[in-house]
């Protein structure tokens, strides 16, 4: 057989084993073993692209392209994605429930955890350690954020004004709304992306337009039967639609439940950040650990629903308009302010969190290892188990 009709063919053979049950278990392998963010990105390649050929790498590309304009976590956007090519709206729910399950059922056990042991003098050491990691590795992405998307000094500007602005105690939507107006007028997109072959349209935007009205058929039940739960969704729908990418969660998160809603101080809010480091999967399952603390399972689950709903909505109907969005150089323009401005807010974050570390030589020290650690491109989950280890022996 010649390599054109293998090609051919290859369509049909891969039809057959996209069930629901393989795209969920294919996500599911992916979210148990994929760790940091970015680097996940790899590890979700390799199994739907070059295990599965659920998708070829071009398309792969063109789908990680839209999901890093759009707002929400990427890589949960890009299995929903992949996932509704496959097989449409139960493909989408497959990949998406498939890839956060492993990171939900592992926070649910850290949350119990530490509800149950936060008050003995061990967790006292370890949560004391682990405030500082925190802060190592908010300072890291502060790094890694201006050095990827401010590079010149009209977006170190941008990055500037943000840190002053959350600082001040002005609000994200104001700030992110504003940085995305700016960023039409003031900053260069960069260098148009390369266009894939024609798009079949899969009725996506009906799905998206179905998701939302029982998503706000379900917010309708919540503010009914139970208020606080209904607040809680809100706001995570809103840190989900505010925040671009994992790191870009600490500034949004931070600013919804400790500084507006009050919910949780920020002790513990580092402690819960540090819970979403060692876990696999979409660091934005740090929103599990909130609701948890705040309304123990319930919480969890409305938290953790709602922290995708909105974004999943999002995805399902760019997916529709996928060649136009990623084509679109105003919608590129609001994107460069708007990460140039999270790089600012994450720095305004860091301030703040060091607030709350226990400061002395021990803490210097562990801070300057950790940053050692995560310069040397040691993997988050080696590092923060080493440093609560360190942490007993210093604290």
Request: positive net charge; aromatic residues 10%; glycine residues 10%.
């Amino acid at each position: 057989m010649d390599v054109s009709s293998a090609r051919a063919k290859a369509p049909d053979s891969m039809s057959k084993n996209n069930s629901i049950w393989v795209i969920f278990k294919s996500f599911f392998i992916v979210g148990a073993t994929a760790y940091g963010g970015p680097a996940m990105m790899p590890t979700m390649r390799r199994e739907v692209v070059d295990k599965r050929e659920f998708v070829s790498r071009e398309e792969f590309g063109l789908g990680l392209g839209l999901c890093q304009i759009i707002p929400g976590g990427t890589l949960m956007q890009l299995a929903a994605y992949i996932g509704l090519k496959l097989r449409g709206l139960r493909g989408a729910v497959a990949a998406y429930v498939g890839f956060s399950a492993p990171a939900f059922l592992l926070m649910m056990l850290l949350s119990t955890f530490y509800q149950g042991t936060r008050q003995t003098p061990t967790a006292q050491a370890i949560y004391a350690g682990l405030k500082v990691v925190v802060l190592a590795i908010c300072l890291m992405s502060c790094l890694d954020f201006v050095k990827r998307f401010a590079p010149t000094r009209r977006h170190q500007a941008f990055t500037a004004g943000a840190a002053a602005l959350f600082l001040s105690g002005t609000g994200i939507v104001l700030i992110v709304c504003a940085a995305a107006v700016l960023g039409l007028f003031c900053l260069d997109p960069g260098p148009d992306p390369e266009k894939g072959q024609e798009q079949t349209k899969t009725g996506a935007l009906g799905l998206a337009v179905g998701v939302a009205v029982v998503m706000l058929a379900g917010l309708g039940l919540l503010f009914v039967f139970d208020r606080k739960l209904f607040q809680l969704a809100v706001s995570m729908i809103k840190v989900d639609m505010l925040a671009f990418g994992g790191f870009g969660i600490y500034p949004v998160m931070y600013a919804e439940v400790v500084r507006h809603h009050h919910w949780i101080n920020e002790s513990t809010f580092v402690e819960g950040m540090a819970f979403a480091q060692v876990t696999p999967g979409p660091t934005m399952l740090g929103a599990a650990f909130m609701g948890y603390v705040m309304r123990g399972i319930a919480g969890a689950v409305t938290a953790a629903v709602s922290i995708f709903s909105g974004s999943f909505v999002v995805a399902l109907a760019a997916s529709h308009y996928r060649d136009r969005i990623t084509g679109s150089r105003p919608a590129r323009r609001a994107l460069a302010g708007v990460l140039a401005t999270l790089g600012g807010m994450i720095v305004a974050v860091s301030y703040s969190l060091a607030k709350v570390v226990p400061w002395g030589w021990q803490s210097g020290l562990l801070l300057l290892l950790t940053l050692a650690a995560l310069a040397k491109k040691i993997p988050v989950y080696w590092i923060v188990p080493a440093a609560a280890g360190l942490s007993l022996l210093l604290y």
